[in-house]
């Protein structure tokens, strides 16, 4: 059984397409109540990256967008206030069924605009996720851990409350909302570096929102910069979905990855952006080496990322794979950090995997069971 | 036994006294070599101080001064600098002894320099800071763990290479360096807030350096800034001679706590200073207290600190007595994030300790060996 994807359009995402245009549109409307994170240096990590290839000359410069500064703790809330800026007035309540990122963002962007967010989790879901939602506002909807479960009370809510539904990715004034990070990197490193410009972004993928819509303004602002996806290889659907040309799905029904962000799937809205010629490649990396790029931002950049940004972190690492699609004379390579949330009591196992000790995904049953859960094409953390 | 305090003068410090001037010049010598570190504001903390104390309205706005982003990862390297820009010029060589923060940052400083840094470090100190103080240019000389040994050591040292032993924090141009951090953040915060300056600072002590240097420039500055010594109870020489008059050394042979930054005391320089009225109180907290501040900042600010940093934000949370100390009028409040170094293997336990599940500093029986091994009045982490 493949996983099947939501396919009905979010009210918001009607009649839509999206370009740099909408992306710079996003980027004003959002801009009072998002942060302008700060973009990072780290000499250490450059000279890690070296050590894996120390006879090239292809020494690239990183640049650090530290997403994990964001209100929220991830770039989702951009996506989520440019969608809710995006309904019609009429509108007072938003839905979605979310256990991660999405499901704060959501909560959050909806108290700013004074709506109702109705968002359905699990029962499953970390009491910590769940309190954070509440926290933010959100109205939780606890319901049996499984796909039909949390649709059947997405769509019962939708026809109850008369609520918009915001999909986490595959919607345009989402990935418009995402690509925001694109113009604030670009601009912010030619802002340090006295106007030279970023050779190259690497994004994390799962659902493509945040790839997609920084593809579309990075490329229209400087068509030489070159787009990497970066993806967990244990969760590849975008890469086998760019490879084969057609819209792959995850070969299993529990993907699993500890990238917990990314086990989503391109939708019919990302997928034409990513298998374009806006998105360079995808660079698959192991759960160990998304683990051991964690440890190396821990320790050197002093910064708490989630996994998801790991695998960009890990994806930097590959200093041949990024020479061969970025060409020697790529200079400045530009890294999202796309989100610091996760709980903390997961970091032993983490560790464990980056020393190769353990096979941490074996060890955690409850967790394979939360996301065997939550991988329903939504958002899963 | 208690802990006997090496006297000997460090060559740096011949003649010298500390006063604004002093920092004010250190601020200038060590300008191009620093990062003048952000400070991060956290409504999240803000609040969870609050829930401690909801029926007051005493509700002070923390700002944190993160020197955990400081080269080698603590503020260590601004004292480091500082003493060795005052060496005389025919001075090539430098020597402590230490198996932490100041390790690392006169290994650092001394390279900038173009002088050699003999580090003494006990055969048992980890690995990775063995390596990160070779990773700096330091020359590691490894002795049995004693205090004995290492003194024996560090003499030899300096009677062979003629190299000026500099102490991490009972020497005058050190404590100047470490008072550089309150320049920047009283400036830092007046140009964020447009002009109103910091009410208070909750500053970690150990040796007092830090404590003392920053008393000093942020009191000359502003009489009336309140200044908060933040100490673990568990090795609370700080608070005990602050109370009794006198320097008190810790009572056991083995110090114990898990801010292994603030095991040492203070000395003949640093306890005139902290007695004195330019420290209005000293505030003690437990080893739960900090391991679950700590937590908070990992989840709430994505920050990799040290338990020495967790120790300033446990205090932070501490409601009750720090409004006893500044008054329900206090508005702003600066709190020093001094260090991100540490071992990640450790959080673990950190977090057990935090749930009060786990006697952490009993479980840690190879660690309470390391930190017996290094009580010696230097530095210990």
């Known amino acids: 059984m493949s996983v099947a994807l939501p396919t009905a359009p979010p009210v918001a995402s009607a009649g839509l397409d999206i370009d740099l245009a909408l992306v710079q ?9 998002v942060q ?20 090239s000359s292809f020494k690239p410069e990183f640049f650090f967008k530290c997403e994990l500064f964001q209100k929220t703790g991830s770039f989702k809330v951009r996506g989520a206030l440019n969608a809710v800026a995006h309904l019609p007035s009429t509108v007072t309540d938003v839905v979605t069924h979310s256990s991660g990122n999405h499901a704060q963002a959501l909560a959050w962007a909806a ?28 109205q939780v909807y606890l319901c049996e851990p499984t796909v ?20 986490p990715s595959d919607d345009y004034p989402v990935m418009a909302g995402q690509g925001t990070v694109a113009l604030e990197f670009l601009e912010q490193v030619e802002e340090e570096t006295g106007g030279k410009s970023l050779d190259a972004l690497i994004i994390p993928v799962g659902g493509g929102g945040l790839l997609g819509g920084m593809a579309v303004a990075a490329k229209a602002l ?25 819209l792959c799905l995850h070969p299993s029904p529990s993907p699993r990855s500890i990238a917990d962000g990314l086990l989503t799937v391109l939708g019919q809205r990302t997928y034409p952006i990513v298998s374009s010629d806006k998105v360079d490649a995808i660079i698959t990396v192991s759960e160990q080496e998304i683990a051991q790029a964690m440890r190396l931002v821990y320790e050197r950049m002093k910064l708490v990322i989630e996994p998801s ?46 020393r190769g000790e353990d096979d941490v995904m074996r060890d955690r049953e409850g967790s394979e069971r939360r996301e065997r859960n939550d991988q329903d094409g939504v958002d899963t953390k």
Chains 1, 2 share one sequence.
């Open 309 to 354: 940004a790991g695998v960009g972190v890990a994806v930097a690492m590959r200093g041949d794979e990024l020479e061969a699609v970025l060409g020697i004379g790529c200079r400045r390579v530009g890294v999202v950090l796309c989100g610091g949330n996760l709980d903390m009591d997961r970091l032993d196992g983490i560790w464990r995997l980056a």
């Open 222 to 246: 400087h068509p030489h910069i070159k787009i990497i996806g970066a993806e967990p290889s244990m969760v590849d659907d975008a890469f086998r979905s760019k490879a084969a040309g057609h």
């Open 111 to 138: 108290r700013t605009k004074g709506l109702r967010a109705h968002i359905v989790m699990p029962r499953t879901a970390p009491k910590v996720k769940v309190d954070a939602v509440k926290g933010y506002g959100g």
């Open 148 to 167: 039909e479960a949390r649709w059947a009370m997405a769509g019962e809510l939708v026809a109850s409350t008369g609520g918009a539904l915001v999909h």
């Open 36 to 55: 302008r994170t700060p973009v990072l240096r780290c000499h250490a990590i450059e000279h890690a990256a070296l050590r894996n290839d120390s006879n």
């Open 25 to 33: 549109e996003a980027a004003q409307t959002i801009k009072a109540s």
